[in-house]
T-cell receptor, first 112, second 112 residues
Framework: GEDVEQSLFLSVREGDSSVINCTYT??????LYWYKQEPGAGLQLLTY???NMDMKQDQRLTVLLNKKDKHLSLRIADTQTGDSAIYFC????????????WGLGTSLAVNP | DTAVSQTPKYLVTQMGNDKSIKCEQN?????MYWYKQDSKKFLKIMFS???????INETVPNRFSPKSPDKAHLNLHINSLELGDSAVYFC???????????FGDGTRLSIL
């Protein structure tokens, strides 16, 4: 079946940029999503990108999609301690029984 | 004003008991989901309903039975609880399967 992979941990200093990477195997992805999960909370949609786009920017967040390499990244500019959370990448393709394929999540630690 | 609400937030019970978790969404979405998140934060889809019809039924023990009385509600009943059922259960909803999912805050189930 299709797969989504992410590195499990990332540590950055406050004020630096964070880049969280995701690779996927699905050649027919329609949408790719980034979700954020803070400790003890549910998942919050951060942003998503349609597969015919290369880039999407939303305030401090920049999403880059390289369809050829099946690589998705989330860049957080000026990372703050409040950005410490787990970030999940997810891939949607209607052929996958209409369900999202989820990565295992990247735990971002922001150090003061 | 909560978009996706689940009750209870915490559920502590003994092995062998039967319990239910309720979920309601006020977003007017047609699709609802149940996910299980284990202690390693791995997120696994369990069920999905579209307009009260079951569309995703992953490999889940038949002790788990979802019920959707209307498209705004999706409840999860679990029979004969086992230690391995300890997890956080998330309800989510979306307008359609390819649209962003909105998550509840989760139900933390602990089996003694």
């Amino acid at each position: 079946g299709e797969d989504v992979e992410q590195s499990l941990f990332l540590s950055v200093r406050e004020g630096d940029s964070s880049v969280i990477n995701c690779t996927y195997t699905d050649s027919s992805s329609t949408y790719l999503y980034w979700y954020k999960q803070e400790p003890g909370a549910g998942l919050q949609l951060l942003t998503y990108i349609f597969s015919n786009m290369d880039m999407k920017q939303d305030q401090r967040l920049t999403v880059l999609l390289n369809k050829k390499d099946k690589h998705l990244s989330l860049r957080i500019a000026d990372t703050q301690t409040g950005d410490s959370a787990i970030y999940f990448c997810a891939d949607y393709n209607a052929g996958n029984n209409r369900k999202l394929i989820w990565g295992l999540g990247t735990s971002l630690a922001v150090n003061p | 004003d909560t978009a996706v609400s689940q009750t209870p937030k915490y559920l502590v019970t003994q092995m062998g008991n039967d319990k239910s978790i309720k979920c309601e969404q006020n977003l007017g979405h047609d699709t609802m989901y149940w996910y299980k998140q284990d202690s390693k934060k791995f997120l696994k889809i369990m069920f999905s309903y579209n307009n009260k019809e079951l569309i995703i039924n992953e490999t889940v023990p038949n002790r788990f039975s979802p019920k959707s009385p209307d498209k705004a509600h999706l409840n999860l009943h679990i029979n004969s609880l086992e230690l391995g059922d300890s997890a956080v259960y998330f309800c989510a909803s979306s307008q359609d399967a390819d649209q962003p999912q909105h998550f509840g805050d989760g139900t933390r189930l602990s089996i003694l």
